[in-house]
């Protein structure tokens, strides 16, 4: 039935190529051959969001085939021919798929990868020695910080950790850094966690568990230290002797004052052993026209001087270069370095003592049980077994979920099973995350190719307009081509550029193609004599133009982006646009903008309010009250002013500082959650309208925090200081704003328009200080390790260059991932603004030069950008604007919500008792309590042998204990031991225990026993207080009803208990 | 249409009035009994007996006259066979989940009655089942066999451990029930298993059993049932619909279509099968909302809307999460006034609940130290946040509070706290061991009763937890409780109390009800409103945890997912049965992050029961997200401001009269608002215990160990003048003058020993090197004369200025770290430990707030330049600003003093403040015109860029 295909297949899916339509297409035909086939599918995606939205796709495609097949349709089509069925059988086999899956929901998987390699650990939990309850810890940064505060404490106790952080402290002051190491180790700490470093955890600790060994490492840099400034300095003397000795001035040399020679004075600085030289400098000068200038005076004693050995003395210093970067490039994270061991116990420690695992720790356990175990016996341990693997974003996936994959991948195929990967090496951007792209670019096939592989280009775009797509595919060729001739001019590699970008052409999709509107790209290349910050006033000053224009032409607010790199970027951008609409009120367009900062929970007032009263309420320090009510005024929208902080009666604040604290005993008494929901009611801002979704945000946050944690005030507070700058409100689709979001965010999203007002950045920037780990190998030293270097400029000339330079290939790489994701977003229209810079003057390190570049140079096989950039305006325009359109109405939105409060306490009340805790010691209490508790099992036994065991019960449920129980069955045996009582207990009769009598009224009549004998009924009712006349009546009240019932005789008892005395009703 | 329950109830009725009282009537559970017994308290219409009402547990545990012991015991003895059998056992407190899940794994094969010893057999070859296994279908002998060939020749290392383990699992299973039984204790498996293997001889319940509304048996009820059924005339009642049950697909009818096989049931269930649902079918709305918490607000809504709410008893809500329960009680409206809640109330949200678990993470979290016990900070600190604590006469806790953030204290003495009154004692006093815990959270407990005051629910969740602790005690001691590590003790501690509730007062059948899903088994409602319609609420996620593999389990016939997700189906559509409108509310958001997806549910009935349109139509409920506009704040000078302001001035004899500070005129030329919020309105800056040591105090210690240091010099000496040759004696008093500061800082009195934690150990250090450095520095340039140390001593001077059209004088000072005279000057020194600029461009620079190089520091020393001069006008020497900062020291090149200079300029350096005296005063006078001008008001500043390290930019929004 089955077309013979290659099992193992890749979609190289590029942007908007619609990816998601073919993943569940493919999903569909391993799906339909049977039944019950889905549930040996498992889909891996790259988020949450995607899991739900790729279930909810198939079940949607699932139900339109069992009610219309369209042929005419990729999808039907090739389903109908890779089955090899008629659309009347599909509908069918579609029918019985969906029925099946939705009934075996469970075994439906579409999941994360995470979550899946949770699912495998947990049923490994025992082999691989975790405990059998963790929780998954999201939040590394949390973790991090307890690490280095445990790694700190440790120093009271560890003489060796304490001098060694002190050396750490003031070597940064000496460096004219803060003292302050916390940050430092945090920053170099964070590698606990990536895969870079947990490549060569065990050999690093391996290493520095023997202290002697890094002793060793230490002594070695700071003898090279030693020996190279020793140098420094012989070669400064040497230099400046001969220079003496000619009678010379350093200036006397060629370039004067500005000549590189005086560069010999700033040898052996202690601080900065050599001095940082340019390009130029760097190269021999073993000629004497490098020293001479033409017109100097002192012509023969220069010559003589450098004769005399100033050259050699150049080129003798140049060579401590790579000497000296190699060396500072270690020394830079040796004290951090130093420290790991320390940190690694730490972590493990705090790992132990919370039952946690890191999120990060899933891939590393994965890998041990892949490779442990053959796929079977996984699947078994699991109680899934899965032949095919449908994996997205492939892109991203790391190197140790790869290798943790691999081994089910290779067993499914082996068998034959069709396996499928998408994603796009272009679209990678969470390198940072370890996200691998090698791997999609060309590891796996190396790795598994050999099952026969088949490689499928998505290559239509179905996202954007003609133009957008042309236009891309005219850049991307161009810029990758560009960018990967830098590379090889400068590190005679050009990497992986080209390959990467090879097939980045795309198709127009040919609904698209038609349009009579083609899509647009605009960008604007900025001009500013004075200085960048200028430039970015001028750029933000224009946005508000530009948004109106945009409006102006139909474009409703939510339709139109702006993609940011940086997050600080965006906030200028909501400024300005905000400003904008503040001060102009009577525009007929719309400024509202989402930031992702400005969905933060903790920038809403109201909340900033109740954190400010819970403080106050958690501490009762007076300046929190200001705060409080501060907020509160902004909250109310009054003008802020003294009387807020120095409350006068007559003033707004009057009276709610006295009635807080009225308030504040009985709120400090409840539970966190209920406390902020009585403060808010209080405060008003239940029925007060603006800025809900951040109140009710918070609250959920409160709830999720009080559903894990002890949760106290003070827990709370301390939680939100650490969780605050991530909780984020959650938007709708339907809200109409403008969207303001990182290209990071924006990955598997699109809008009409995107506008990128900062369309620059540097490439490669060595400032950012990325860590990666590189052998280190001194066999005659005996060092044999791996250190943690930080990418700088200095890296390249050291002996680490490789590592540098392929850190500057993936840096290419990244920034041309991260312009062709912002490219690609738009579906109509792309505005960018960027610096214009001379393309001649000006080398390739940002994007903006290499836009223009490509721009100004580009005639490619697509379409000639070239013909499109006006040169004079600095404008590339392509594409006409579109017809203007009317914007579409749209209604005012009101929830269906309610959100008037009321204390639940009216309504309801918890069970309470009249007993006190202090009663417990009391006797007299202590009777009426045992009193109750031989009632209550009086009521319910059936007899002698049930009295056992209704104490028992009572005691597993910590009603009793031990010794109650002792003293209570002694107690009833007591009682058992009278005649009259023992009958009632007797199998002879018919007893009926809690059965009362059913009155038409509604009501039940529950007299404690009804004994019946043959010839007549008891009724009995057991008390356990003081004698009381009515006891008599109500007894008597059931005897009546009895009577008729049982048609018998009846005899009624009251039983008092304490002391024991039956009497009989009469 | 007739609910079941009443349905039943006449039936019974009908046929056995007058022996009604014979009868037990057995329900799934107890809220089942109550409805029943109120239905039929509706039909009589004589008085009539009741039948007994019994829960299908209860009639177990009658037959078999035991009941089950409670988990923690259990686990305890679990754990006694376990470490007999196991080579190295863990530790109690790592085996209790495990325990947890094995005891459910025994339970599980005695309640499906499956046999251990098979189960927990290793099977390394089919052959050796084929004999005695006959029993098994050839499906269940698939599964078997898979799961052993899954087994390696050579094992893996995982396969070993494994192993290791599942050898002995039969071993401790067998020895296990043997224990429990000598001891006479049971869990629930074992009592039921034993109930249906003496069936035949046990002692039977007086009178007729009828079972009503069951789904899914476990093998040891279906025994029993039949049994009855079929021996003792016993009735049997189902609760199903034909929906269900006729597709061989829908779960939930699994169940039902197997006992519709069997020929002992089959006579019981109705012949046809009702078809409720599709005669006719609730009318569904579906809601989906971003925030889970607003569901609450959405089922709000929906009851309000109903004006007449005629019946709230005929009104569900179903929450399958019980966190959204206090949300949805607070936004139940008004016409709702009666509510009966099954959930209840949980303990372990209380702050008294929270009060003692601080107590115990205060010891787990502590450390003896030269026989002196500490306790970390954020333990004690967590604590002394507890109203308890706050409830102490005094301000005891406020005082503790401000010791232990000041000081940064990061390990703090037992004995201090102990120093209080109250409960500190109880509270902070050394618990050595778990007896002495036990005994000293009881006294505590004692002392909060006596808090409560008449507060009931307080009070009686004390009771509660009282309760609790004791048993807790009990089953605790008797394992040795001094060698058991605290640690374990406090984790169990949480285990316990984390599922304690207290249940809700209220008559069950009155006013809206609220359960959770399986609660509402057999009742049934007009109206049902169920939230969390999302996987993993409703149904719950795959939960089923066990040490059996999932195909051994299903082959042994132990219940997997397949069951549990059958009978979460059937709890929901059984909630359809005779519901006139069903409203379903799922969260599109889950838990922080993740998306939330909706139920299966939702999907089956989309395609399944014929939805109209607009049923099918889901309606989004989302809050407009709407962020306040964070206008610009500005405060003008109102009569309030003035009168704090004037304190300024010199005019007038107020008692409360203030100098400004030089780094208080920094302040205000940085921001205005800021001065405001410092120096007027006198907000202050968080302060926490953070294990940084900011450079505040960093500068504070170094200014106050250099005075000690220099002090005690001209104590000793007695005389002011330094030579180079005095410094090296000095160094030697280094350490102990840092000590001195660091106890002046810190207000330690002598005796009391320093605890340093670990960043100010370090900072400690630190300040050795840098004061060190100070006295290389004025070896160097020594001789010198001390003039000034004292940190007492504060210049005071007055400048007059133009306020608002008349002269006013306002007060100025400011404390100089050190003056001395070198070389013929006056150096006026200011201490830092950062790195600061020495440089300005200008006078006219030092008061530009535009500039982003504006010179603190030299504006700073400069200002003690005017200190000085007005204090000692006959004064001749020149005066020199000069900064000592802690970066600048360890350059070969430092120099204190300041310089004019242009950026990229040569520069000169200051000789004397007297050169710059006139524009300093001109400066100055500037700034504080508008500092006093009542028209104009504190601002915030325009540069975003001084907002980053304002301690007041959340108040900004900034
Ligand atoms: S946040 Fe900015 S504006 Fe507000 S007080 Fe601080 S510095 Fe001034």
Redesign the interface.
Known sequence: MQAITPSFIVYKSSAGSGKTYTLTMEYLKLALVHPGAFRQILAVTFTNKATTEMKERILKELRRMTKSINPEEKMDAEILGFLQVDELELKKMAKSTLTSMLHDYAAFSVSTIDSFFQKVIRAFAREIDLQAKFEVEMDQEGVMNRMVDRLLEQVTADEHLHRWLVNYAVERIREGKTWDIRMAISELGRELFRESFKTHKLEIKQFLNDKENLHRLTEYISKQRKALLAQAQLIKSKANEIRVRHGLEWTDFKGGKNGFARKFDELGNNRNLLPDLTDKQKEDKDDLDFWLAKTSAKREQVQAAFEEGLGVLWNQMLTLYKPHYTVEAIRKNLYVYGVFKQLIEALDTIKEEENIMLISDANDFLKSITANNEAPFIYEKVGNRYHHYLIDEFQDTSGFQWESFRPLLVNALAQGKTNLLVGDVKQSIYRWRGGELRLLLDQVEQEVGHFGMAINQLDTNFRSLANIVNFNNALFERLSRQMAQHLEDELNSGGILEQAYEEVAQKVSPQKENLTFKGKVRLEFLENEENEESLNEMILKRLPEMVMYLQALGYRPKDIAFLVRKNAEGQKIAESLLQYGLAHPESPYSFDVLSEEALLIKQAEKVKCLVAALKYLKDANPSRQKTLWLHYAKVEGVEVSHEIFDPSPSGFVSGKPSGFEQKKGAWLKLPIMEMVNELAEWLGFHGNGRERAYLAAFKEAVMDFSSIHRADLQGFLDWWEEKQHKLTVRISEGHDAIRILTIHKSKGLQFKVVVMPFLDWKIFDASKSTVVWAPFDLPEEGINTVVPLSISSKLKESLFSPIYNEEMIMAYLDTLNMAYVAFTRAEEIFWGLSPWKDIQKNNSGTLGINLLKALCSGASKAIDLTVHYDEEQKIFDFGAWPEKREREKVDPYSPLMRWAQQSWQEKLTVKTTTLHLLDQVGEREERIRFGQQVHGILEKAKNERDVQMRLDELYFEGVLQETEKQHIASQMKELFKLKDFKQWFSGEAKILREQGILIPDGQQKRPDRVVIFKDHAEVVDFKTGAKQAWHQNQVRSYMELVGPLVGLPVKGYVCYLDPVIIEEVN | MESFLKNIASTLLAAHRDNL?EFSVVLPNRRAGLFF?KE???L?????????VITIEDLF??LG??????KL?LIVELYQVYSQLIKDPEPLD?F???G??MLKDFNDIDQFRADADKIYRRLAAFKAMEKDWSFLTAEQVELIT??W????HDA????V??LR?WDQLHHIYDRYKARLDSVGLAYSGMIYRRVVDQLATCEKP?GRLAFVGFNAFTSCEEALVKYFVADHQALLFWDLDNYYMADQ???AGLFFRGYLKDKVFKPTFPNPLPEGLKRQRPKLSI?AT?????QA????????EEKVMENLEDTVVILPDE?LL??L??????Q????N?TMG??I????VY??L??IL?LQRFKKMEDGKLYYHHKAV??LL???YM??QPGRQC?EA?SHITTANI?YVSESYLKGFDGLFAKVFEHIPGVEELFHRLGEI??VL??QTGD?????????QC???L??FR?LIMPLGAQSLPLDFVIRLFKQVFRELK?????EPLL?LQIMGVLESRNLDFKRVIICDMN?GSFPPS?SL?S?V???LRKAFGLP???QN?AIY?YTFYRLLHRAREVHLIYA??????????KS?YI??M???LGLSEEEQRE?????????????P????K?E??QKILNRYLAKGSHQDKVALSPSAINTYLDCRLRFYYKY?????EEDTVS???D?ALFGNLAHAALEILYVGFMERKKRREVQAADIHGLKAYVFPSIEQAIRRHFHLEEEREI?????L???R??LQ?YLLRVLEIDERTAPFELISLEKSREYKAELEVQVDGSKERVLLGGIIDRVDLHQGGIRLIDYK???DRKDFANVAELFDRQSKRRNKAALQTMFYGLLYRYNFPENTYPLRPAIFD??GM???KFSPYLEEREPYKQGTKVEDYADYEEEVEAGLREVLEELFDSQSPFDQTEDHGKCTWCPYK??C?R
């Open positions: 009282y017994m039929l308290t509706k009589v219409d004589s008085p009539t007996w009741m039948p007994r545990y009658e006259q035991q009941v089950p012991a409670d015991t790592r209790y989940f495990w947890e899940m898979s799961f060939a899954s087994f390696s893996s290392e995982h396969q451990r494994f383990f007086q697909q829908q779960e809601y971003p925030l889970k918490i607003n607000n959405i089922v709000g809504k929906i009851l309000e966190n206090f949300p009680l607070s936004h139940l409206p008004e709702v006034d009666r509510v809640v109330y949980p372990r949200s209380t702050p929270t009060f678990e601080a993470e600190v967590d946040g507890s109203v706050q409830n406020e509070l990061i407990m004692k009763n006596a507060n009931l629910l307080e009070s009686t969740y004390l009771l009282y309760k609790q004791n048993r009990e207290l249940p809700f007062e209220g006013g996987e795959n945890n040490l593999p999932f195909a997997v997912q397949e997700d189906a599109t958001a889950g838990e922080q992050g993740r998306a939330g997806e299966r999907f089956q989309l395609e399944e309606e989004t409920v989302f809050v407009p997200v709407d962020l306040g506009e964070n206008k704040i500005s405060i003008p109102d309030g401001v007027i309105a006198e907000v202050e294990e940084n040591v450079p605890k340093l934690g670990g960043h150990a370090i900072a250090d630190v090197k430990s950062g790195g802690l970066k360890f350059d070969a959340e108040m929004g």
